[in-house]
């Protein structure tokens, strides 16, 4: 078991199924369990996830007095997911994401204030000192927290998700302090490897993932200099997609941080993403590490 620090958004997410894309305009649609709510977001995603998979996870993060931030805070400690640390705010942030049979979507966040707040750091760095990796998200009330953790000598593991340039001026810090650093593939269809070659050369990143949906995760290795493939796991009962990449990331850091290698971890995080998009909602369907073991076992 691991204990990993989690400085992300955490927010109240409504999910609501639709026939395809483009929405096509009517007053009222009739879509009976089509619409759930549920407590979500990067950082809570990434720490039910940990939990899951036993990991000890201390959560940084921002949550509204409102009605929805007493749910999050009921769902965090239904989970064994500390709330000591989550910052009070006036509102909690929300998100509503449309997505179709075939695993598109369309999202729509709600960050209230939290883009011109930053996260205590007196909390942060006495939070932090016991920890064995750090996942900082890339929402700025976590930014000014990734100096202090490369000063700590902590391994810092984030997702920048949707990225199309290298050079990218909002998550150039986030890549510059980055030891493990995962992406998605959805601006960079076809020159995934290409990208991640300008990337590593830019950046002091130790390892880098491109999540590619179906087509698996492509990484590279800064020790030996290489490039891997890694396929994807089929699951024929597809539900809902969000949260896949978040799945990938949480995976693939509990079992580095435990001392996998990274490719042996990475094999391991997709399983643990395909078992993840037979459920609806970015925070459900995790599997614990005994499971997800027996199921990578029986592939």
């Not at 007053?27 to 979500?40: K, L, M």
């Not at 204030?113 to 929402?139: G, M, R, T």
């Not at 050079?167 to 980055?178: F, G, I, L, T």
Request: aromatic share 10%.
């Amino acid at each position: 078991m691991s204990k990993i620090l989690v400085c992300g958004l955490v927010n109240v997410e409504t999910t609501v199924k639709v026939n395809a894309f483009p929405v096509e305009y009517c007053p009222i649609d009739y879509s009976f369990f089509g619409v759930n709510s549920y407590p979500a977001g990067v950082g809570l995603n990434i720490s039910l996830a940990l939990t899951s998979l036993s990991d000890e996870v201390k959560l940084l993060s921002m949550v509204g007095v409102d009605s929805a931030g007493a749910v999050v805070r009921d769902v965090l400690s239904k989970n064994n997911v500390s709330t000591d640390y989550l910052e009070n705010c006036d509102y909690t942030a929300q998100s509503v994401v449309l997505y179709d049979n075939l695993g598109k979507r369309r999202i729509f966040c709600d960050l209230k204030d939290f883009q011109e707040k930053s996260f205590d750091e007196e909390i942060f760095i006495n939070a932090v000192k016991d920890c064995d990796a750090v996942c900082l998200c890339n929402i700025n009330f976590s930014r000014h927290l990734l100096k202090k953790a490369k000063a700590m000598g902590k391994l810092i593991a984030t997702d920048v998700h949707v990225l199309s340039d290298i050079n990218d001026e909002y998550n150039r810090e986030y890549m510059q302090y980055a030891d493990i650093l995962f992406l998605s593939n959805e601006n960079i269809l076809g020159r995934e490897e290409e990208f991640l070659s300008k990337l590593k050369d830019i950046y002091p990143v130790k390892i880098a993932v491109v999540g590619m949906g179906n087509s698996g995760a492509l990484m590279y290795r800064r020790d030996d200099d290489k490039f891997y493939k890694v396929p994807c796991v089929e699951n024929n009962n597809v539900i809902n997609t969000v949260g896949a990449g978040d799945a990938l990331f949480s995976s693939f850091v509990h079992f580095y941080t435990k001392g996998e290698d990274a490719l042996t971890s990475l094999r391991y995080a997709t399983h643990f993403a395909s078992y993840k998009i037979g459920f609806d909602g970015a925070a459900k369907g995790f599997l614990s590490e005994e499971k997800l073991l027996k199921m990578v076992n029986k592939a």
